[in-house]
């Protein structure tokens, strides 16, 4: 079975640019949710969709949004980009929402904004 | 601050040894998951224990789970360098509503 897969695995942005990610789970998987994960803030929950809704959101600024298609497909944008804005973006799947199941996650997308 | 705090945030050890890490938390939890990093790359899950359980096994790993102390301590056994990554602990605070990841440690296993 396929991994959890994210394009594009790098990404080089200006501030103030946006920057659309994308991330497909595994196959069966319903439940995408993802983190900013930086050397000073460490792991940070951003959101999860579960049936192309979104069930949780972290405290983060409305510029980071995200969504979910039917085919259980996942997006999250961020708008007017910032310095702080550079980050590994992680996404990870589940089969079904809820923390009684493990995440499974991809490799990241590396961004940097300059 | 983090809900789950790594102890120690760095640990170096040789090849054969034994490495010992710590997860403190605050709020009660459902369950305690434990993820491995290599350098820069996506988190690999390693064990999941719920709060009624206090000892998990697999392979060579060996989580337990104080909720008592709020504490859980992951120990790989018979470390190889293959075994060189972050290790993060997450926990199902807030109120249930996602995980929240400590900091980690970084074990660093020299041949």
């Known amino acids: 079975k396929a991994g959890v897969t994210q394009t594009p695995r790098y990404l080089i942005k200006t501030r103030g640019q946006q920057v659309t990610l994308s991330c497909s789970p595994i196959s069966g998987h319903r439940s995408v949710s993802w983190y900013q994960q930086t050397p000073g803030q460490g792991l940070q929950f951003l959101f999860e969709y579960f049936s192309e809704t979104q069930r949780n959101k972290g405290n983060f600024p409305g510029r980071f949004s995200g969504r979910q298609f039917s085919n259980s497909r996942s997006e999250m944008n961020v708008s007017t980009l910032e310095l702080g804005d550079s980050a590994l973006y992680l996404c990870?799947?589940?089969?079904?929402?809820?923390?009684?199941?493990?995440?499974?996650f991809g490799p990241g997308t590396r961004l940097t904004v300059t | 601050s983090q809900q789950g705090e790594e102890d120690p945030q760095a640990l170096s050890i040789q090849e054969g040894e034994n490495a010992t890490m710590n997860c403190s938390y605050k709020?009660?939890?459902?369950?305690l998951q434990w993820y491995r990093q290599n350098s820069g790359r996506g988190l690999v899950h390693l064990i999941l224990i719920r709060s009624n359980e206090r000892e998990k096994h697999s392979g060579r790993l060996r989580v337990t789970l104080d909720t008592s102390k709020k504490s859980s301590s992951l120990l790989i056994t018979a470390s190889r360098a293959a075994d060189t990554a972050s290790y993060f602990c997450a926990t199902d605070a807030n109120y249930g509503q996602n995980f929240v990841f400590g900091p980690g440690t970084r074990l660093s296993v020299l041949p």
């Open positions: 990870a799947s589940s089969l079904e929402s809820g923390l009684d199941y493990e995440q499974y």
């Open positions: 709020t009660s939890i459902n369950n």
